[in-house]
C-alpha cells in the first residue's frame, strides 16, 4: 500500500482503499460449520480477484475482512462504481455441497489524497466507513 501511495502521489493519480467485511458470517459458521464459512472466504477472494484488475491489490485482513487496494482511479465516481461492482459480485449465492449461502458486503471506501496522505490514516478512514456501512443496514457502500 506504501508503494501505491507514492506511485499515486508521483503520478498524481487517485488511490481508493476499501475495506470490506461479510456481512453475518458469523451465522454462516455456526449454522454450517467452519468448512461452509472458509468456503465462502475462498469464494470471496476469488469474486474479488476477478473483478479487479492486475494492478490492484487484494488481502485478507482476517477473518472476513479484506482490503482492495485501487491503485490508478481517475476520479471518485469510478471507486464508487468499481464498488458497486463488488457489492453485486458479493452479494450474488454462494453454494457448498447442495447448500446455498447468502452473504453480503459492507464496504467502506477512502480515497488518496482527499482521505489520508498515508497507510494508517486511510485504513482507519475506509473501516470507520465500513462501520457507518454496518451501522445503515448492511449490504452496502460508504
Known sequence: ??????????????????????????????????????????EVAQRLRNNVRDSDIIARLGGDEFVVILTEVENPTGAIRFAEKILYSLGQTYRYGTNEMHSTPSIGLALFPDDGQDCDMLMKRADTAMYQAKGLGRNNIQ
Do not use: P, S, W
Request: charge should be negative.
Open 1 to 42: 500500500m506504501e508503494q501505491a501511495i507514492a506511485t499515486a502521489a508521483r503520478n498524481k493519480y487517485l488511490m481508493a482503499a476499501l475495506i470490506l467485511d461479510m456481512d453475518r458470517f458469523k451465522l454462516v459458521n455456526d449454522t454450517l460449520g467452519h468448512a461452509a464459512g472458509d468456503a465462502l472466504l475462498v
